[in-house]
Each structure stands twice: as C-alpha cells, then as structure tokens.
C-alpha cells in the first residue's frame, strides 16, 4: 500500500512537474531569469488615471496583471518589494506610433521588362496584406529604449511606400514572449510613392486609393455571393491586397493614415468622407483648426510628439535689418502656433493619443513639457499617453490605468511625471520589471585618446563594398587623420588627410575630398563611437548616404 | 466661320508700309540704305528735349540734322505728321543671336564648359541670321548686348546693332567681361541645400575668386613690364578687366550679395564696373548710389525674389534705385523676346520710375553705361542713324512702328511673325479646299 | 406665445443646420462702385456708371445707384471697371502638378492637391485675375483632371477654392512633352505624334468596352436571381467614358496645326465636340478648323522658339484666330504673366490690331466660354457674379495699375490698403527667408524631371 501510494506521490510530483509553469525547477545559466513574477510596491503615490491620486498606497502584482491596490494590502509571500516611498506611480504609456524594432522590408524587385506605369502592386509599394509583425524584430534594442522612456504598449507602424501593411499591438516585455497583444489594428497608408512608377505623386495616390478601395467592395460582394450561392457565380480572382481591406470595408479595423500637415489632413478627411472608412489619423502635427471636421468625421488623432527647433526663434537679431525684424515676428508666431496645437486640440475636445516614430527617445517628456508651458493641461498630456490611446486602440479594460484586474505595465518616476527633474526609477511592462539608473551623469567631453589609433573600415556604396584604414594621431590635444581610399580615377590607393574633425566622445565626424575627373569632391562622414567600433554613413552631397563602420585594430603593447 | 472684313483689310494696308510702297508680291526684302527725311514729326530727343514739328534729315548713316524746313533734296521723305521720332532701344541684357530654340541644345551658344572662361567671344558665336533678330528690331529695340553665362567668369560680352550679315557688320563698340558674384541666394526652388551649405558655397567662391583675380593682376603687371609669358589666354583677357580696358559686368542680385560685391570692388579696385540683375537693388539703394556704380536691372516684368515681398517689387525696382540717384539701365534678360523691352520700361514707369526716366533707360542711360553714347542713345546731330518712327508712344501696346533705322539702313518691317500673319489671316485654301 | 417662440426656435436651429450643411459657403460680399468707366466686354462701354453687388451677385448697372446700409460705397471716378480677368491655363497654387508615370492619368484630380497658401494667388488678384483654371501638366497624353478655381485668398480650407459652378474639364497633351517623358524617357508609347494619336484613340476605345460590361451589369442585376457579378472598377476609364458622354471639356496642350488636326478629327471620330485647344501656337495655321469644330483656343501672348515645335509661331495668332471667329483667349501658363493678363491681352492691338472689345474679351468673356461658366462671370452684367478689377488707366495701358480686385463682392486686393507681407503660413524654422534667384514658375512640365534630364524645358529667362 505505502509502495503504491509512494509511486503515486511520485508521479502525480511528476505530473505536477510537467504541468508547473518554467518559473520551477529550470537552470538557466546566464542568470537573467527573474526569481519571481510577484511583485508590490509600496508606499508610493498612485496616479490611477489622470486627475485621481492616491497617497501612501501600495500595488501588488502577480503574473502580469494588477491584483490588489490600496493603502492596507496584503502582500503575498513570493513578492518582491520596491519601496515606492517618495516615487509617483502612473500607468504604462501607450505609443500609438512606433517603429520600435521593425524593420524596412526589402524593396521589391522590378522584374525584367515591367511596364512602369502600371507596375505590380508589390513594385508600387502597395502592399496592405504584410503584417508589421512579419518585419519585428522583438529582441531589438530600441525596444529597450523605449520601454526606458516609459512605453509599455505601443501600435506598429510597418515601413514602406503608400500601403505598407497592417499594424499591431504588442506590449515591451520580457523577449523570451512573443509580446503580440493583437495582429491587426489597422491598415497603415501614407501619402509616400515609389519614384518613377504609377503612382508617383499624390495625384495618383489619392486616384489609385479611390480605386483600390471600390475594388475592394465589389470583390467583398462577390465573393459573398460566390460563398453563398455557389451555382452559376464566377469565381472571384484572388487579389491579397484588396482582400486586405475587407476588414477596413466591414468596419472591423481603421485605416490608421500619416498625415502631418493640414493640408495632408484635409485631403485624407476628403478620402474618408467618399469612401466611409474609419479613421485613425497618425503623427499630426498641427491641425487643431480641423477639430470639429475631425470630431464631425469621428477620426482619432494620434499627435506627433515632434517640435519644430528653436534655433530660428531664438537667433540674434542684433545685425538684422527692420524688414528681417518683422519677418522674424512672424516665424516667433508660427513657432509658438506649432507648441500650442496639443493645447488646442484639448480645448476642442479631441482626446488625441501620441506617437513616437518622429522623435528621439530624449525628446518625448521635453516636447510634452514644451506642449504644457504653452496650453496643454497635465492631465490632458498623461491622458494622451494613457487613457486615450487605450480608448483610441479599444483596449481600456485591461489598459490605460492602474486599477485591478488591469495588465501590469507601470512607469514609477522619481517627481511628478512632468517636472523638470523627474527621472524615470523603473518601468513594468508586461509584469516584467526593469530598473534604470537615476543618478547623475558626468558629461565627459570626447577624449582624442579613444580614437588614436588604426581603424579597418567598409564602405557600402552602390558602386560596390570598399575597405580601407583611417588612422588618428594625436599631437598637443588636437586630432589629425588620413583615410585610405581606393582611387576613383584608376587603380591603387589614395591617402586622404581627413579634415573638419569633430569628437564628443561619442559622435564623431569628419570630411575629407577627392579629385575625380578633374573635380574636387567634398566627402562627408558622421557616426557614433562605440568602443572599438564605429558606426555611420558617408554622404556626398547630392549624391545620397552611404554605411560606413568601422573597427580599431587592437594596439598591442609589448 | 469665313469672314472677309473690308475695313481690316484697309488698315492692314495702312500698318504695313511694305504693301504701299507698292510691294511686289513674293518679293524679298532688302535693308536700303541712303537719304532720307523723316518729315514733321514730334521728335523725342531724349537729352534735347521733345521737338514737335521737327524734321530729321538722315545722311551718309549718320544724324545729319534736325529742325525745321530742312531742305529734302534727293532724300526720300517719309511723312511723320501725327507720328514720332524715337532713337533706337537699346537692351542691356540678352542672348540674342546667341540661342535659337530655347530647348535644343545643338543651338545654344552662350554657356561653354568651364568656370573660367572670359575668352570665349560673344561676338563671333552670333547668329546674325538668327530668326529672332528681324522678330526684334521691328519693335524699334536697334540694339543688344549678348552676354554669356555660366560659370565664374563666363566670356566676353558685345553690343551689336540688329543690323548685318557678319558680326563685324553688327558690332557697335563696346565689350565687357561679365562677372557672376558667388551667391548665398538659392538658384531657384530645386535648390535643396541647407543654409549652412549655401554660405559655405558662397565663402568658398569668394575665395576662389579673389585667386583667381590675384593671378590676372599679376598678369597684368607682368604684360605691363614687357615679361615674356607662356601663352593663358583665360587670364589675358581678365587682366583687360584688371587693367580697366574693359568694364567688369558683375551679375548680382540678393541685397546681401550687393553690399559684398560694392565691398569686393572696392576693395580690389576694380577700374570699371557694372552690376547687372541688382533685383534686390531697391533694398540697398542709398549704397549703390553712394559706390557710385551704374546698374543694369531686369526683366521688370518678374515675380519678387521673396514670398514676403510687396507683390510689384520688382516692378517698382528700378524707379526706387533710380529715386537714391542710381544710374539704371533696363534690360529684359531675353532672346526671342527683346521686342518686349519697351513694355519693361512701361511697367516701371507705371510703378514709380516715371516715362521720363524708363525712356533714358533704355536709351541714353545704356549708351553711356557703354561709352557708346557718342552714337547711340539719343537724337542728336552726328549720332548714327539709328532711330525709329511710330505712330504713338512706343511704351503703349496700341502703337505701330512704322519704320526702323539702324545705322542709317532702312530696316524692312518684316519677320517670320509678320510673313506668317500675311499668309494665314486668311488661308487660302480655307475650309474647303 | 410660447409655441411661436419654440417655433421660432425650430426654424432658426433648421435655418442653422441648412446652412452648415451647405457645406463651405464661402462668403459673399456687397459693394458699390460709383461712377467709374465701366467696360462690361458684352454691353459696350458705359460711362460715369454704378455698379452695385449684392449677396456676390450684381445686382444693378445704371446711374446714381444707392446700395443697401451694409454695402461699402467705392468712389470711382477717374477709374476703369471691368469684369475679373480669367486665365484658361495656370498651375498656380498646386502641390503637384504632372503624374507623370502614365500617358493616361485621367483619373487624377487636381482638385485634391490644391494649396489654398501659395502667396502667388494674392499676387495674382493685384493684377486682376480673379479666375483660374488649375491643369494638371502637359507630360502625359491624357492628363487628369482640372480644376477651375476662384481666388479667394484667405482662406485655409482648399474646397474654398474652387468655383463650385464650373463644369469638370480635363487635360490633354500632344507633341512634344508626352514623346519625351514617356517614349524618350522611360521607353513607353507614345515616342511619336503617331503614338499620341493611338494612345489617345486606344484610351476612348477601351472606355467604350468598359461602359459596356457596366451597362450589362447594371441590367443584369437587377433582375430576379441574378447571378451577375460586378466588373472591376476602373476610374480611369470611368473618366473616360464621361469625356465621350460629353460630361468633360478637353483642354489639348497642343503645338503645330497638324497635330491640333488630329485632335480635332479623333474627336469628332468619338462625337467629343467640347474640345478647347490650349497653347495652340501653329493654331493660326488651321484657325477655319478650330472655328467649325471646337471650343476655341487658349494662347499665349508672344512667347515662342522655346522648343522646337513653337518655333514657326507668331504673335499674331490671338489676332489671326479671332479674325477667323475663333473663340481666343489668352493664357498665362506662368506664375508671373497671370499678374499681367490684361497687358498680354493688350499685345493683340499691336500684333494684329485687335480693338478695344476684342482686346478685352480675350481675358474675359472668352476663357469664361471656354471653361464652360460664362453664365455666371466674363462681363458686367446684371446677374453675374461680382467679380470686379478697378484700373486707375484703362487696362489695355501699359501704364495701367490694378486698384482694387473683388472676387464675389469681396475686395481681395486693395492697393493702398493692403500690407506688403502677403504669406499666410510661414515656417517656423526659417532662419532667413529664402532668396530665390530664378524662381520657378509653375510650368507644364514640373515635376517631370526625373524622365527628362539633360534639357531645361521650363521658359527661363
């Protein structure tokens, strides 16, 4: 008996082995596997949705999803503490815009005698059928960069020409996940064209889109009518990309549509009013005098996080003549309309989400500051990261806010989330938490000495892959250079002294020019030092950018 | 619809003295020279004066005089009642004779490779036979700088009267060495680079130019001192500009680019110099006029060279340069249509310049800008026959130009325009044949 | 008495909606013109006249008129009146204007790349042009579609601009720019005037087929147990069947006679006889033709030997075709002569003699025939749209300066009024305002440059 019930013991351990979750029981040598998916943070204030604060309270989590708040929680055995004591918590930013991680597809390959004006849906760069996740890459490293941004969920926008697939929702957690919360939001359009074949300008873009989208509908008719009565109907052609919009057609999915200008705005509300789609309109950025036709037309707005520069605003007028004078009025008035769009779009009562795919990560808590000082209400602003775009993506029962039941993606701050000195201390996306550093970074200014030395490059151009050595030398502080360079004008090697050198640690850049056929040319180069490696692109002006890397030979000493 | 109208008709005889100089049809026409005396009309001088009743005896391809009843003897008389005595226009800015089909690459003549090039002639690469020229001078425009363009320093400009059939016949005295002034403007709205590039561009051209000026000077001294000097034609023909034989025609046009040329000139002493296009002429005038340096402008019929400009700048361009005391002459920077010099000059006059002064512009003022004005220019004894009659103010569109002078050749009131309007007013056969 | 104020209420808030629903209505304005020399085009010239406009409308041309309270009263003395000038070829104010990736786009529009920011429009109303027909560009055989646009400035909603009235016309090309951008260019038919001429033939031929299996369709499914399936949608024959349905007038860049001949003669094949020529240099030499059969002719002033087919041109084709009952007017096909219309009409007394009505109808009455809106504006009279110039000189006077312009009874350009700064948007970014030395007029062939390389094609100076 004791022997049966041993074996029993034994295998329903077994079974219990088989069924438990990874989290038991499973060596992983590089360490990285976090201990517990339980964890409560304690003690912090709580901004559960814009305008709702709760003081000294605490948010336990397990697995993912929010399972308790309150002042008096109780805190499961398995959690890990964070004090929250002196960190604000706000729920996870939702990006309704981004290009994290995606990649651009390769281009299309013409075939051999096409006929330009009436190329191949793939060669005119529309192709609604991709799927942006097809070109994701979900271990890339901005996605780590965004989620220290404080970006949780975010909309992808696939790469591409006029039709370049449909979007997705995922969330930026832990890449051993797939991390898709939903494949197909939209059907992405922007007004961009392939040069050189049909269509080529908007002109062609706004006809081809009319065409594309009736087609569509009369397909969707037949083939309901073929699934319905077989008997004496034609088979309908197979076409993937009007297929493509058949969801848009039976209003289960929105056209999510670029357009940054207002006049790009009006033509696409022109389009939705024929056609009858629903609309996302994506990265605005002006626009706020539309704000009834986009209510009227019942259009989300997702606002582009992108400013125009200051440098023009803030340039010295003391050698300027009275004519520059008022001409410069004006440019000080149209800067502070374009900083003062997302206030008006608050006042209009468009609930606009953001988007990230024109910024730099450094640049979306400043532009949102920017945004306040000139008429944006802080709620409005943590609204458009949080509850809006939950609204706009239709997901707001298990995102947006911080409330129980809700998935756990959270950005604890150090003050209030749009302060000036405001750090970011931790994110958590997908219940997977992640720590960053707040303390304060010394700005070192280039050292000569990283870069003294013998470094290998490659030139990608369109004439073919070249190779080379650039050599730094340092004298008295200042920084010299030379490039090898294959001879343009014939065989064997040209050395080139490189000028214009500039270095600040980690960009560098330098220009060095070559006679070709009689004439000067000037070339370009810039990229970023990392360690031994270099990474950046030469240009020649007109004439386009090109990759250029680059590793330093190890110096040896003996 | 066929319509024959007897009245349009008549006065189509009335327009073209070619058909009641009794005309045999299919006849070609030949300039005529000899005497002639243009009778009774109102004779605009220009630097006399307006002389009404006035005649105007032609001699010899000279002015050989003005007033009242002079003695016609075996001079052929042209009655000028009701009619006007103008000199020839004169347009300080074309490519006339040196493009045939604006398109066509085989015919244009006026840009050769290379940035430095101040030998190529203008002169010797015109078409005197060139369609466009009879098109010009029935207009009364008698006379046209072609000037090449291109690079730094694009060759060497000559005026020419549209009278001849080799370019030695149609000379008239005068050459000069254009110049194009590194420019921090954008060259139109495909000019994508940056502002930084632009004035890059610009300080390097600048630089590349005063070089370049540094080794002509020193040309120039060496030929002076008699050294023997290997043969560089480039920089013979630029110590003529170093040397002051002949003017520097500096083509500028943003109001910065201005002051730096004035600066330019005067720093490197420039003997003679023109600065031509100035379309931002009106914003620095006060300096132009202070530099002392003459200015031709044009076309006057253009668009401002900014959006934030007042809409007519540049029509009212050169009447406000003119008003800072600038010396302007006008200029339509065209070829096929020089015939509309006169209506540039109109459109200034309309906006600020006054008739006066437009008229001097396209007359007198060039003349002397030249050094020409011992011939051209003006309605004076001794000056070249080079004059024309019309029936009203040559600026009015409404006005016929009866008959064209130039250096004391009766012009035929012919071109391909008029020969066409002759054979298609009505076709023959018409709709039916 | 509450009921009526509830009713009331009612039909105020109905009033209301109407209106919104109209859509943009642009404003219309009112103004009295008193005691100018008023050239109406169509009745004479009326000395010492009123004109008074009303709701946009003229409402009145006589004596010693009185205007309502809210009508602006214009002392005119001394000054010249004369209907808005209109130009039959421009590419003003538009973003694109060449798809130039097919010798057939006749399903693009124009209409929707229309930028209502361009500071050319306001120049444009300082020299009297008030109407515009906005083409698309001359590199394809069938163009798309145009637009004819009433300048008012001002506004930012490009639907503003467009005269809602006017009748839908469309571009075509032959010649010249077609061969190059598509069979020089890209190594597509056509190459030569043959392929212009079969291009255009194949593209009405198909729209006839096309037409067909919709009619079939149509009568199909509407009978009982219909077992029709739609035919794939096709707008750019659509377009092309309503051009041979008489729905659409052609306006044919065009060059030497015999290719205008071929026009003529393919259209009157297809029975399309709302044909306008444009350009139409060598049009003097089939000017009976044009006058039997089409529309009429758009031209220019004097420009010519730009191109080789514009070579054996003469300014006396406005004169030669309007002797020979040709419906001319003259075009500006350029950012720059637009301002001066009335100027260019005014070449036509010197190259050909031309009268004063002649002259004037050129700019006027004319193109507004040949866009198909002359009902409604091209004269001063009672009735038509209050579109109006004052002149200080009459305007066939090289020294004429335009005073005021009115488009709908709204003054849109006010010599003494108005400041110099015209732009309506400016960015924010702009350091220094760009100087452009050559600024580029608004040509046939823009945008067609990546087909064309090698010669300039656009009239520089």
């Known amino acids: 008996m ?4 041993t074996t029993l013991m034994l295998l329903v351990v077994m079974i219990c082995f088989l069924d438990t979750p990874l989290a038991i029981g499973q060596s992983d040598q590089t360490g990285q596997r976090r201990v517990t998916g339980t964890y409560v943070i304690t003690n912090a204030t709580v901004i559960t949705q814009p305008g709702k604060w709760l003081t000294s309270t605490s948010i336990v989590i397990k697995d993912g999803l929010i399972t308790d708040i309150g002042q008096n929680v109780t805190i499961p055995v398995e959690a890990k503490t964070i004090s929250g004591d002196s960190l604000f918590v706000y729920a996870g930013f939702i990006d309704l815009g981004s290009e994290a991680g995606v990649k651009r597809p390769e281009e299309a390959e013409k075939p051999e005698h096409y006929d330009p004006s009436n190329p191949p849906n793939e060669v005119a760069g529309i192709t609604p ?10 271990s890339d490293g901005s996605i780590a960069e965004w989620r220290k941004a404080g970006f949780t969920i975010a909309q992808l926008l696939p790469k591409g020409e006029m039709l370049p697939g449909k979007t997705a929702l995922v969330v930026f957690g832990d890449t051993k996940s797939t991390n898709v919360l939903q494949e197909s939001t939209g059907l992405f359009a922007q007004f961009e064209t392939v040069r050189g074949v049909y269509p080529g300008t908007t002109l062609g873009l706004m006809a081809k889109y009319r065409e594309l989208y009736k087609n569509a509908e009369l397909k969707n008719q037949h083939a309901k009518l073929f699934t319905s009565n077989g008997n004496g109907i034609s088979r309908p052609e197979k076409d993937k990309s009007l297929e493509a919009f058949y969801p848009v057609i039976n209003k289960q999915v929105p056209v999510v549509f670029e357009a940054n200008e207002e006049l790009e705005i009006r033509r696409v509300l022109k389009l939705q009013e024929e056609l009858g789609f629903d609309l996302v309109l994506m990265d605005l950025e002006e626009g706020s005098n539309l704000s009834s036709e986009l209510l009227a037309a019942n259009a989300h707005v997702a606002l582009s996080l992108s400013l125009p520069d200051d ?12 004519e520059a004078k008022e001409a410069h009025k004006r440019v000080v008035e149209e800067y502070d309309v374009a900083l003062s769009q997302a206030g008006k779009f608050e006042e209009a009562g468009v609930k606009f989400g953001i988007s990230t795919n024109q910024v730099k990560k450094d640049e979306v808590l400043k532009n949102l500051r920017l945004m306040i000082d000139n008429g944006l209400s802080e709620e409005g602003a943590l609204a458009a990261l949080t509850t809006h775009p939950a609204a706009i993506l239709g997901i707001s029962s298990f995102a947006g806010t911080i409330e129980q039941g809700k998935l756990a993606n959270l950005v604890l701050t150090t003050d209030s989330l749009f302060s000036e000195e405001s750090k970011i201390n931790y994110v958590m996306a997908d219940g997977y938490l992640y720590e960053y550093d707040i303390s304060k970074s010394n700005k070192v200014a280039g050292d000569p000495t990283d870069l003294v030395g013998e470094w290998k490059y490659t030139a990608e151009t369109p004439g073919g892959t070249s190779a080379g050595e650039i050599r730094f030398k340092e004298s008295s502080g200042n920084l010299a250079g030379e490039i090898d360079v294959d001879d343009p004008n014939g065989g064997g090697t040209v050395t080139r002294p490189l000028e214009n050198i500039s270095f600040d640690g980690k960009k560098l850049s330098f220009t060095f020019s070559i006679q070709v056929q009689g004439q000067k040319l000037t070339v370009q180069s810039k990229g970023k030092v990392e360690g031994d490696d270099f990474n950046g692109t030469i240009s020649i002006r007109d004439m386009g950018e090109f990759s250029l890397t680059a590793k330093k030979t190890p110096d040896f000493k003996f | 619809m066929k319509k024959f109208n007897l009245t349009i008709y008549f006065l189509l005889l009335l327009l073209f003295p070619v058909c009641s100089y009794g005309q045999i049809e299919g006849e070609v026409l030949k300039p005529q020279n000899g005497k002639f005396l243009l009778k009774g009309g109102t004779v605009v001088t220009v630097t006399n004066g307006i002389m009404e009743n006035t005649s105007v005896l032609l001699e010899d391809g000279k002015i050989k005089a003005i007033g009242t009843g002079i003695d016609a003897g075996d001079a052929t008389v042209i009655d000028c009642t009701d009619h006007y005595v103008y000199p020839g226009m004169i347009d300080s800015g074309t490519r006339l004779g040196l493009v045939e089909v604006g398109s066509l690459a085989e015919t244009q003549d006026y840009a050769e490779i290379g940035n430095v090039t101040p030998n190529m002639q203008a002169l010797t690469a015109i078409n005197p036979n060139s369609v466009a020229i009879p098109v010009t001078r029935v207009s009364g425009v008698t006379t046209a700088l072609s000037v090449p363009s291109g690079g730094l320093f694009p060759g060497t400009a000559a005026l020419i009267n549209l009278n001849g059939y080799t370019p030695d016949q149609m000379y008239t005295g005068f050459k000069g060495i254009p110049m194009n002034f590194p420019t921090s403007a954008r060259r139109g709205r495909w000019d994508r680079r940056s502002d930084e590039e632009i004035e890059k561009d610009a300080r390097e051209a600048l630089k590349n130019i005063n070089e370049i000026w540094e080794r002509a000077t020193t040309y120039m001294k060496l030929e002076d001192a008699d050294a023997s000097l290997t043969y560089y034609p480039e920089m013979e023909q630029l110590a003529k500009a170093v040397r002051g034989d002949l003017p520097l025609l500096i083509e500028v046009n943003k109001a910065e680019d201005i002051l730096k040329a004035l600066e330019w000139i005067k720093e490197k002493e420039v003997k003679k110099a023109v600065l031509t296009g100035v379309s931002e002429g009106f914003r620095v005038a006060e300096k132009i006029a202070d530099a002392g340096i003459a200015v031709i402008t044009g076309p006057v019929l253009a668009l401002p060279s900014r959006s934030s400009d007042r809409y007519d700048a540049a029509y009212s361009n050169p009447g406000k340069m003119h008003k800072a005391g600038v010396k302007v002459a006008i200029r339509t920077s065209d070829t096929e249509n020089v015939r509309n010099l006169p209506f540039n000059a109109g459109f200034a006059a309309a906006y600020g310049m006054g008739k006066e002064e437009a008229l001097k512009a396209i007359t007198i003022v060039p003349a002397e800008i030249f050094g020409v004005d011992d011939h051209l220019g003006s309605i004076e004894e001794g000056k070249s026959a080079t004059v024309f009659v019309a029936d009203g103010d040559p600026f009015e569109t409404k006005t016929q130009i009866k008959h064209v002078f130039i250096d004391g050749y009766k012009i035929p009131m012919t071109s391909r325009h008029i020969r066409l309007y002759q054979e298609f007013l009505e076709r023959n056969p018409g709709l039916e044949k | 008495m509450k009921k009526m104020r509830k009713l009331t209420y009612i039909i105020c808030s109905l009033c209301l909606i109407a209106t919104q629903h109209l859509g943009a209505q642009t404003p219309k304005g009112n103004v009295l013109i008193k005691n100018a020399t008023v050239l109406t085009v169509t009745q ?6 009123d004109v008074w406009v009303q709701d946009g409308i003229i409402k009145k041309v006589g004596q010693d008129l009185s205007a309502s309270k809210d009508a602006e009263t214009i002392d005119a003395t001394g000054k010249f009146l004369m209907p808005g000038i209109i130009d039959a070829h421009s590419h003003l104010a538009l973003d694109v204007v060449n798809e130039a990736t097919a010798p057939i786009t006749a399903e693009v529009a124009i209409a929707d790349v229309i930028n209502p920011f361009d500071v050319g429009i306001y120049r444009a109303l300082a020299g009297g042009t008030t109407i515009a027909h906005g083409l698309h560009g001359s590199a394809n055989a069938i163009g798309g579609q145009s637009i004819t646009m009433k300048y008012r400035y001002g506004t930012r909603n490009p639907s503003d601009l467009i005269m809602k009235e006017a009748p839908r016309t469309i571009k075509f090309a032959l010649g010249e720019n077609p061969t190059r951008v598509h069979g020089q260019g890209k190594n597509i038919q056509p190459r030569t005037r ?11 031929n198909e729209a006839l087929q096309y037409e067909k299996k919709w009619e079939a369709y149509n009568q199909a499914k509407g009978q009982k147990n219909s077992k029709a399936v739609p035919p794939a949608y096709n707008l750019r024959l659509q377009t092309l069947a309503d051009i041979l349905n008489g729905e659409i007038i052609i306006h044919c860049h065009s060059y030497r006679a015999d290719e205008i001949y071929m026009l003529i003669n393919v259209c009157r094949d297809f029975g399309v006889d709302k044909l306008v020529f444009t350009h139409v240099n060598e049009g003097f030499k089939v000017a009976p033709e044009l006058a039997k059969y089409t529309m009429g002719a758009s031209v220019f002033s004097d420009w010519w030997a730009y191109k080789f087919e514009v070579y054996y041109s003469t300014a006396y084709n406005a004169a030669i075709l309007t002797e020979n009952g040709v419906i001319t007017s003259i075009n500006s096909d350029s950012d720059e002569l637009i301002r001066h219309l009335y100027h260019e009409a005014a ?22 025939k040949q866009l198909g809106i002359d009902e409604y504006v091209g004269s001063i ?4 749209q209050g579109d109006l110039v004052i002149f200080d000189h009459h305007p066939l006077s090289v020294y004429a300066v335009p005073q005021m312009t009115f ?24 350091r220094v305002e760009p100087v452009y030395l050559q600024v580029e007029e608004e040509s046939c062939m823009h945008g067609v440059e990546l087909f064309t390389e090698g010669t300039v094609l656009h009239h520089s100076y």
């Open chain 1, 2 to 5: 004791i022997k049966r019930l």
């Open chain 1, 129 to 138: 059928e991709r799927s942006v996740l097809d070109y994701w890459d979900v």
């Open chain 1, 311 to 322: 440098k023009a605003k803030e340039a010295d007028l003391e050698e300027a003549t009275e």
């Open chain 3, 44 to 49: 004479g010239t009326l000395e010492n006249t």
């Open chain 3, 194 to 204: 043959m392929g212009v001429e079969a291009i255009i033939r194949n593209g009405f």
């Open chain 3, 347 to 368: 070449k036509t007394q010197r190259y050909g003699g031309l009268s004063d009505e002649q002259a004037l109808a050129l700019i006027t009455i004319n193109p507004a």
């Open chain 3, 381 to 384: 009279e009672e009735g038509k």
């Open chain 3, 407 to 430: 488009v709908d009874g709204i003054k849109q350009f006010d010599i003494n009024e108005d400041k110099d700064d015209q732009r309506l948007k400016v960015s924010p970014t702009e």
